[in-house]
């Protein structure tokens, strides 16, 4: 038995002393000192904010998983808990902080507080398990690996829903294990990145705790090199997957996208709106000016962004008439995010609009956002808002309150059936799979980005482009101000366009009705490593149980 394995095991009475100033005794062996451990928590989180876009150094994000493991490692489980949530909060502050540009900073600081909770959690499960992976040190990257990916399961789902932003998996657009995607999904790419951090854990704990020990030990250089190689391993070889396979085979279709740009300065609101509208119609003009002209091809399909008409255009008899101009005028359909009401419910909708027949086909998004278009519990979150700020209260009241469509996550037109996905919906496993297991051939986002800022719309686009690998479809983002971009099946980037600027992009696209194996897979990976992950606690706790027993006196 390994002298680490000795001192996790048999509790150690003596006080702690620092070791070099920066390990130090415990009960439960040599660990980071805790000004440390907060240290080391917080550069954590930092380094997991520079994997992300707009910096997009994605090997941060599995160096940034061994840092929060090692600083946990050996705690108590209320020690993890707060360096977990030191971790989330220097992690999803900066991250999350495009979500003040509009409403304020509470709303911003009580959102990277909440999804902190989620790390917080983290920390705490894997400070708990830190007896078991003394024992068996085997397992310490695959324990972190399933771990990692059951606390983003959790805060995909909870609480109001999710907020599936800051996964692993989406700061590895560039990486060569975003090609996992095709094979387990989102999932599997967190699973490799954190399995990455916990081998390079694994290595550095080999190193330093050579270094610590008493004896003077050297470290196992063979036993290092070939976790390193491990690492290297689980990053690179995805690039070996066969994503040709379910390459889009299906027909080409020309689709063009435009992105209106929203007027800043000067307007009321309702003339804010109208002018959005203005923007998308005359720049769909211009395209087909262009192409009268031959400087531009006919497009089969014309795109524009949600909120391109936020004046209800069924109800409204001069957006009704714009729309259908700008459609006459291109000569095929346009498909639209406009606000729709039925009565007292407002929908956000991504609408087919035919140049001959009008409207034709309306999809309702299924996913509206907590606080942004509903707000759960209004009355006690409201009451709490007030005593905080009372421009917070008035922010709650005015959420429109957007009912969530029921519909399958189609919108479907004459040439095509596109992903029904409107803005955040592109984040959620659920939505997305279902939307191509329920006919759409290609991956298809409409945002309004208007309200944020140019980090968020870069974080976003990394989203369509792991999608678009995960189930073998090309695709696009539309936006109001950009950023709207082409993808393909490999999630390679074209013609992206400036933020807070008029555009219009145009291509060829291929058509695809195949299936990936993630697809097809749907959410058994992350089923699996979840209830994995719970095994491992259910060992956890029982090595746990064993010990007091032993250590209690007999009577």
């Excluded at 310490?140 to 109001?160: G, H, K």
């Excluded at 087909?288 to 006919?298: H, L, M, N, P, S």
């Amino acid at each position: 038995m390994t002298e680490e394995r000795d001192i996790a095991e048999q509790p150690n009475t003596s006080p702690r002393r620092p070791l070099g100033g920066a390990l130090a005794e415990s009960p439960f062996g040599r660990r980071p000192t805790l000004p440390v451990a907060l240290v080391l928590a917080a550069a954590s989180g930092a380094a997991a904010v520079l994997a992300f876009p707009p910096i997009g150094w994605w090997p941060m994000a599995a160096l940034s998983v061994a840092g929060l493991g090692a600083a946990v490692h050996r705690r108590r489980i209320r020690a993890g808990l707060g360096l977990g949530f030191v971790y989330g909060l220097a992690f999803f502050l900066p991250l999350l902080s495009w979500t003040s540009t509009q409403v304020g900073q509470w709303p911003w600081i009580f959102l990277g507080a909440l999804e902190a909770l989620a790390t917080g959690l983290l920390g705490a499960a894997l400070a708990f398990c830190s007896r078991l992976i003394d024992r068996h040190r085997w397992i310490w990257a695959p324990l972190t690996a399933v771990a990692w990916v059951a606390q983003e399961a959790l805060r995909d789902r909870q609480p109001f829903g999710g907020f599936p932003w800051g996964r692993l998996a989406f700061s590895q657009a560039d990486a060569p294990t975003a090609a996992a995607a095709w094979l387990g999904g989102a999932p599997l790419v967190t699973l490799l990145v954190a399995l990455t951090g916990g081998l390079l854990l694994t290595a550095a704990a080999q190193i330093y705790g050579s270094q610590a020990s008493p004896r003077g030990r050297r470290p196992d250089w063979r036993r290092i090199a070939a976790l390193t190689a491990a690492a290297a391993l689980a990053t690179v070889a995805p690039a070996a997957l066969p994503l040709g396979a379910t390459a889009p085979s299906g027909d080409p279709i020309n689709v063009a996208v435009v992105q209106g740009n929203v007027p800043r300065l000067g307007l009321d609101f309702n003339a804010q709106r109208r002018a959005v509208l203005d923007n998308h119609v005359q720049a769909t003009v211009e395209l087909a000016d262009a192409v009268a002209e031959g400087r531009a091809e006919q497009p089969d399909i014309v795109v524009w962004p949600e909120n391109a008409s936020d004046i209800d255009p069924l109800a409204n008899a001069d957006a009704y008439e714009l729309i259908s101009d700008a459609a006459a005028t291109i000569g095929v359909p346009i498909v639209l995010g406009g606000i729709v009401h039925d009565g007292d419910k407002r929908y956000n909708m991504s609408i087919v609009w035919d140049p001959q027949d009008g409207p034709t086909y309306l999809y309702a998004k299924r996913h509206p956002v907590p606080f942004a278009e509903y707000v759960p519990y209004k009355g006690f979150f409201r009451t709490i808002a007030g005593w905080i700020d009372p421009r917070m209260a008035d922010g709650i009241d005015s959420v429109a309150g957007f009912e969530a469509g029921t519909e399958p996550g189609i919108v479907e037109t004459d040439e095509v059936t596109l992903a029904g996905l409107i803005c955040f919906e592109i984040a959620f496993d659920h939505e997305t799979a279902e939307s191509v297991r329920d006919g759409a051939q290609l991956m298809v986002v409409q945002t309004n980005n208007a309200t944020f800022n140019n980090a968020e719309a870069h974080q976003q686009l990394a989203m369509v482009r792991l999608r678009s690998i995960e189930h073998g479809r090309d695709g696009l983002m539309a936006s109001t101000v950009g950023v709207s971009a082409f993808t393909d099946h490999t999630g390679a980037v074209s013609q992206a366009t400036e933020f807070n600027t008029a555009a219009v992009i145009q291509t060829e696209l291929t058509l695809s009705e195949r299936s990936t194996p993630a697809t097809g897979a749907g959410i058994l990976p992350e089923m699996v490593l979840t209830a994995a992950f719970a095994t491992a606690l259910a060992a956890a706790a029982a090595a746990a149980l064993r010990a007091r027993t032993d250590r209690r006196p007999d009577v």
